[in-house]
């Protein structure tokens, strides 16, 4: 079985590039990768043709075509994301309409989803338009909510719909790790892309609440954005000298700040399954998240870890009730038995659930079925 899959440059970040990168080499189809989309100036300004929107889409448009010939896949697979600025889902109509012209199954996997913004097709002509036709044009999709699901159905989508998860890097979990419980490092971990919308600001305000009560407890951001500065300048401003600023991580370090960690934290406004929240798991760690997504099927109360709900309206700029998170994160401080029981829970689950190896058979079941069909 051949499969040619579309996935966001490296050099734009994000949730699509760790998911392929996860699980390529547990495929045993021959599975292919085309890049697509704009590098996030922030993470690799270097390229002045991937920079210049008209002549990357006519170069990427084009390999994409010349791999479709030169490869004869069975299946296309195109990663592709509702979000707020709606660009993904534009560009990502354009492959599926090439796949369609050379008579190519077409997989649709839903990664990002801003569900609670669009109640109807956010394109002209809503769920009759063209672009929601081209869609539908496919022969199956993957997401990974049933509130996803439910709303592609209310769009009129006839074809199959699977559920299906993303997963982390195996390296994270060697076979028998759980979290050391000798161990006491007394560290909260943040480890995401450093966005606004990644909940920074009411993680910053949490920790500094949780610090008075427990000034041994420090707290690491690791990640790269375009809000680390701002970041770093309300540190200042507010003199929480705690926290570390650890920048962009690769696989290594990334491993040891979660292994040096007792508590993840991640109080994103909008995900639909975050890469980082499994990764936490993976190593153990209990988790303190948003309600955002899958995160709260994915995080069992007091098992996982502690959901915290968004505010019915934003006070003071935030999203969060700080003072509910600087709770969530004392109690699992002051209660080492309870922080214990949750990484005997989480590192497990997470191997049986969202190990890469798991996720790709999952996929290649998948993949089977719409040929079969």
Request: proline share 4%; hydrophobic share 40%; charged share 30%.
């Amino acid at each position: 079985m051949k499969i040619l899959t579309t996935r966001d440059r490296k050099s734009a970040g994000g949730g699509i590039v760790a998911f392929i990168e996860s699980i390529l080499p547990f495929f045993k189809s021959d599975v292919r990768c085309v890049d697509v989309g704009r590098p996030h100036s922030f993470f690799d300004d270097s390229d002045p043709v991937a920079k210049n929107t008209f002549l990357r889409m006519i170069l990427d448009y084009s390999r994409f075509i010349a791999g479709i010939i030169s490869f004869n896949p069975d299946i296309i697979h195109i990663n592709t994301s509702l979000d707020m600025s709606k660009k993904a889902i534009l560009r990502d109509s354009v492959y599926i309409f090439i796949s369609k012209l050379f008579r190519k199954k077409v997989l649709v996997y839903w990664h990002g989803w801003a569900y609670k913004k669009y109640t109807s097709f956010p394109y002209r002509g809503g769920d009759r338009g063209t672009i929601c036709g081209i869609y539908k044009s496919s022969d199956a999709f993957v997401v990974m909510m049933s509130g996803i699901k439910e709303q592609l159905l209310n769009w009129g989508f006839k074809k199959p719909i699977y559920l299906c998860t993303t997963s982390y890097d195996s390296l994270l979990m060697p076979e028998g790790l759980l979290r050391k419980h000798e161990k006491d490092n007394k560290n909260i971990l943040f480890l995401s892309s450093v966005l606004k919308e990644k909940g920074v600001i009411e993680l910053l305000k949490a920790y500094d609440i949780v610090r008075r009560k427990h000034p041994e407890w420090g707290l690491t951001v690791c990640g790269d954005g375009p809000f680390l500065e701002e970041a770093r300048a309300f540190c200042e401003t507010e003199k929480i000298r705690e926290v570390k600023f650890a920048g962009q991580v690769g696989p290594a370090e990334k491993k040891k700040h979660l292994d040096n960690s007792d508590i993840f934290c991640l109080l994103s406004y909008e995900e639909v399954f975050p890469v980082a929240v499994l990764e936490a798991l993976a190593m153990g760690l209990p988790v303190v998240c948003s309600d955002a997504g899958a995160l709260e099927d994915i995080i069992k109360e007091g098992v996982n870890g502690f959901v915290i709900r968004r505010l019915s309206e934003v006070r003071d700029g935030l999203r969060f009730d700080v003072n509910m998170v600087a709770e969530k994160v004392s109690k699992l401080i002051e209660d080492r038995r309870l922080r214990e029981k949750i990484s005997m829970n989480n590192a497990p689950e997470a191997k049986q659930k969202y190990y890469p190896g798991v996720v790709a058979e999952r996929l290649e079941n998948i993949y089977n079925q719409i040929l079969q069909e």
